[in-house]
């Protein structure tokens, strides 16, 4: 079963060609990764697939579904979430309080009834913060409960922002490179905390630049350059596909000495 297809998508900004005649579909319950060279579409994918950009051409289907050109709120209320490569935390805001803001749209809300706080209200926020809480130790964040985000180390910040996603009880979560700015110790977090929200049920798509991560993590890649499909597949035929080399694996792996080799 497929959750999501794209369909000949085009998206330009002046005469640049971000993103020309894309086609793929993701299959649910699998972990997706969407790799490439710098410039060559994927957060402008993301754009386009969650809604912040609308297509110059083409069709997307979510859950079998047109969402085409719908706005990001319709989206996340039929179950598509995303995070962001930089960091969206309130920093002033503990924890909790960060990962309740994700469970708005299952908070049970009214001016009167809020206003008043009449006890449908008291139960609704007391619900929402026990499941932030479970979620925070979902994501390995326990300890940090009551903590305001900014005293936060960066790395549980990037599993903060991953557990809010999660409160919106996404089917499909998008995240943009996750393990941006981490450590080895916190990127190996990170990994873990994939193969978890899959194994979850949660059809995870990343675009992540750690090549380790997405060799060691990924069901299945796809591979952009200049805004086309260059191949898909799974790791071990993106891994020998010697277009992929030449075009964006080889270039890391001359620095490194080789291709990456899966982990985990």
């Known amino acids: 079963m497929t959750i999501l297809d794209v369909e000949d998508l ?16 993701l299959r649910a319950g699998a972990i997706h990764s969407i790799i490439g060279p710098n410039g060559a579409g994927k957060t402008t994918l993301f754009n386009l697939i969650t809604g912040l950009y609308a297509p110059d051409q083409g069709r997307i289907a979510f859950l079998g579904e047109t969402v085409t050109g719908l706005p990001p709120h319709h989206l996340a209320a039929m179950g598509l979430q995303r995070t962001f490569q930089n960091l969206q935390i309130f920093e002033t805001m503990t924890a909790v309080e960060n990962v309740m803001v994700g469970r708005h749209l299952h908070i049970l809300r009214g001016l009167l009834p809020s206003l008043f706080r009449l006890p449908s209200i008291v139960r609704s926020d007391r619900d929402a913060r026990e499941r932030a809480r479970r979620l925070l130790e979902f994501v390995g964040l326990g300890a940090y409960v009551e903590t305001p985000a900014g005293a936060m180390p960066y790395g549980a910040l990037k599993r903060l922002e991953i557990a809010r996603a999660l409160a919106a ?4 979560l998008l995240l943009d490179e996750p ?14 905390l994939i193969q978890r929200v899959a194994a979850a049920g949660v059809t995870v798509v990343l675009v992540e630049h750690d090549m380790s991560l997405v060799m060691g993590v990924s069901d299945h890649i796809l591979v952009l350059d200049h ?7 799974p790791v071990d035929e993106i891994r020998a596909n010697p277009a992929v080399i030449e075009a964006y694996l080889g270039t890391r792996a001359a620095e490194a000495g080789a291709v990456p080799a899966p982990v985990g």
């Open 179 to 192: 393990a941006a700015g981490c450590n080895a110790a916190e990127t190996q977090e990170i990994d873990t």
């Open 10 to 25: 085009a998206k330009g900004f002046g005469g640049i060609r971000a993103i020309q005649g894309l086609s793929f579909s």
């Open 169 to 172: 009880e996404p089917k499909l």
């Open 227 to 233: 805004g086309q499909k260059l191949a898909e597949g």
